[in-house]
Structure formats: structure tokens, C-alpha cells
């Protein structure tokens, strides 16, 4: 690879601006948007960074072939072209993951085969020997991605997908993407300077996202591995320096981070994923109904929480987001209060405050709105009155 060479880090849908952001805070060159990506430049040190510390991507892909093709012919012609040796040896195990988007290809299982069948015949007819697939934990992660008649190789830098921190043990019955609870905290233009509660707070994602934002905390300092870390030129000292480098910048936020839930099981689940994170001395959780209760500091807070929609639990919908309304109306002056939902008629209809934010993003397959409720001290003709 030359010094500086491009690179794609995929994420969700709705957060291709954040991670943008985040990229050229980070120091990424020409970065561009996508959808559910964005491209960028970088060198082998800047890649290990990303996959460190990029709280909204889901990992991060380097392009290494790109060529046309128009029938699976000449997917195996042109993939038996690469010198695949370059990129890893026969005794070394891989797999591949596949994404197609044309109307010549509409199987990506059979084009991961066909891949694969290219890669152990070029390593047979030259080396007389084949590498082993491994499709748990391959030694190298291939990514076949076909757009029309575009088909682009990648090595997947990361492996396992980053919104696997190591900080999750205990989950519950609806729980929340780590990817997606940290877009939607930097969403909410959540900083660390504000006080920041997440009234339903379930197995406590939000909030341990929170508190490593506030802190500036490496987003996966703790993960066990990375895919290029099996790579022939990886590169352990250039690693850990740029690793070190990342907790010398961790800062101690003094304001709160606080968590409440109702049922009891949620709150120890959430307890121990903030221990499991290291993150307890920022992050106070208690049993608590968010429909009896009020906000318990005073000054500007962020409310960032992900009530249920109706799908995985069975609720009242429109009680439900009525509640949800008359809680923050009553008890949660003073605070910008965000929540996700994907039922816009008997859910935010029934909520009974205006939206000063819709925000159009996914969890999983369900289309959801991200939606703000600036609640003021006072009305707000008194918040702006001179």
C-alpha cells in the first residue's frame, strides 16, 4: 500500500454527516459522504486510528481491486488476476462477505462462493497448495461489493463489526445498537458540557456511549482484536503508539451522566455493562418509572432515550407516548429531550408537544424518526422575551 491510500468506513443510515465529522476531526483527508459510508484517505497509522476510535462507523473497508463485469465469468477472470499473495499468504485462512446491488447479480452467497472459488484456484495453479476458509475467524476478511457493473474488492480492516466494543454482556429484550446509540448522542449535539439523562435506559448503551464521549474515550480501546492485526504488514509498534497516543487525549468530564429504569433486571444488566466499560465512577444508574419522577439536577441537560415502540414489547401506544409527553411537559424543564420511535401515528401523535427536530434514521430494518422537544423554563415567549 503507498502512504497514503483510500479507504471506506460503512455506517448507518443518518449518520453519514456525524461520521464525516468525526473523520476530519480525527485527521482524514478528502472525505467524502455516501450513503451508509463515507470515503476518505489516509495512511496504515491513520486506519489503525479509525478503527479505534470512530464511534459511528461499522467498519472500515480498504479497496484494493475494482473492475467491470457483466456475468460470473468474469467475476472469476478478473478475481484470478489479482496477485492475491500480496495481500496474504496459503497457510493463512479467509473468507469473504459479499454485497450486490445489480441486476446480474442478485445472490450474494453465490458471489462470496464464486470468490472464493477464484482465490483457491489462483493459489492451487501457482503454489500448488490452497488457503483454508474460515468463515468465523478468518486470518483475512475479503469484502466483495457489486454496484450495476462495478465490482470492488476490499479488505475489511476491522473484522467483527465495531459496534462490538467488549463492553456488552447482558442485553434485553429490545436492545439498542452500540453504533446507533453513540450516532444518536452525537446527534443530540451531546459534548460532555451538559448534564445528560437517559430515562428508559434499558442495559445502559446510551449511556456508556454517552460517557465515553464526554471523557473522549478511544471507542474501542477495550476490543480484543482487529482484522489487520493477522495482516502481513501489520505493524505492532505503529499500533500501540498511535493506541497510546488516543488515551493520553482522554479527559474527566465533571458533569452528570444519569440512568433510570423501572424493572430491576434492566438496572443490574445496565450496572454491569458500565463496569464491564470501566465507565462507573461517571455514570450513576437507579431504579426508577420515568413517568413518577422529575430531573434531578439543575442546569441544562440532554435527555437522549429509546422508549419502546410497540414491536418487541407489548405497551399501550398512544397512553404510553402520552405519558411520555406529559412527564417532560411537567418534570424536565430546562432540557433538549430527544427520543427514537418508529411509530409516527399512535406514538409521536400522542406525545402533545411540538418537535423542534425530525431526524429520518434506522435501527435494524424499522424506519424510525429521531426526534427533539426543547423544553423551556417556563413558556417560550418568557424564554426570548428582551
Known amino acids: 500500500m503507498e502512504e497514503n491510500f483510500k479507504m471506506l468506513a460503512k455506517s448507518l443510515y443518518g449518520f453519514e454527516s456525524v461520521l464525516a465529522r468525526e473523520l476530519r476531526n480525527l485527521g482524514a483527508q478528502q472525505v ?31 479497496p484494493i481491486h475494482s473492475f467491470n463485469l457483466h456475468n460470473e465469468d468474469d467475476l472469476y477472470d478478473n478475481l484470478k488476476k489479482i496477485k492475491w499473495e500480496n495481500y496474504f499468504d496459503v497457510d493463512k485462512t479467509f473468507a469473504i462477505k459479499s454485497s450486490v446491488h ?19 484456484d489462483y493459489f492451487r495453479h501457482k503454489y500448488h497448495k490452497r488457503p483454508n476458509i474460515d468463515i468465523k475467524h478468518p486470518d483475512v476478511l475479503f469484502n466483495i461489493h457489486i454496484q450495476k457493473n462495478t465490482c470492488t474488492v476490499s479488505l ?47 442495559s445502559g448503551t446510551i449511556l456508556i456511549e454517552a460517557a465515553m464521549i464526554a471523557n473522549n474515550i478511544p471507542v474501542n480501546i477495550n476490543r ?61 444508574i437507579e431504579r426508577q418509572n420515568f413517568f413518577d419522577s422529575e430531573k434531578p439536577i439543575e442546569g441544562k441537560t440532554l435527555v437522549v432515550f429509546n422508549p419502546p415502540y410497540g414491536e418487541r414489547l407489548e405497551i399501550n401506544v398512544p397512553i404510553f407516548y402520552k405519558e411520555i409527553g406529559n412527564t417532560l411537559k411537567q418534570g424536565y424543564t430546562d432540557t433538549d429531550a430527544w427520543f427514537i420511535t418508529s411509530d409516527f401515528n399512535n406514538g409521536l401523535k400522542n406525545v402533545g408537544l411540538r418537535t423542534s427536530k425530525k431526524i429520518k434514521v434506522f435501527n435494524g430494518k424499522l424506519e424510525c424518526r429521531f426526534v427533539k422537544y426543547e423544553m423551556y423554563k417556563g413558556s417560550k415567549k418568557e424564554k426570548f422575551k428582551v
Open 156 to 202: 475489511d480492516s476491522s473484522g467483527d463489526s465495531l459496534h462490538k466494543r467488549g463492553y456488552k454482556t447482558d442485553t434485553n429484550i429490545a436492545p439498542i445498537n452500540e453504533v446507533l446509540a453513540a450516532g444518536l448522542v452525537l446527534l443530540s449535539g451531546y459534548d460532555g458540557t451538559q448534564h445528560f439523562i437517559d430515562p428508559m435506559c434499558g
Open 32 to 62: 467524502k459522504e455516501g450513503v451508509r459510508n463515507v470515503t476518505f484517505k489516509g495512511d496504515k497509522g491513520f486506519m489503525y486510528k479509525a478503527n479505534l476510535a470512530l464511534r459511528t462507523a461499522i467498519r472500515i473497508l480498504v
Open 224 to 284: 480484543p482484536e482487529f482484522a489487520f492485526e493477522k495482516w502481513n504488514d501489520f505493524d505492532k509498534n505503529l499500533f500501540e503508539t498511535i493506541h497510546d497516543s488516543l488515551l493520553k487525549k482522554v479527559r474527566n468530564s465533571d458533569k452528570k451522566i444519569i440512568g433510570y429504569d423501572k424493572a430491576p433486571s434492566a438496572v443490574r444488566k445496565a450496572i454491569n455493562n458500565v463496569e464491564n466499560a470501566s465507565l462507573e465512577e461517571f455514570i450513576t
Open 102 to 120: 445489480s441486476d446480474n447479480f442478485t445472490n450474494s452467497h453465490y458471489v462470496s462462493l464464486k470468490s472464493k472459488d477464484a482465490i483457491v
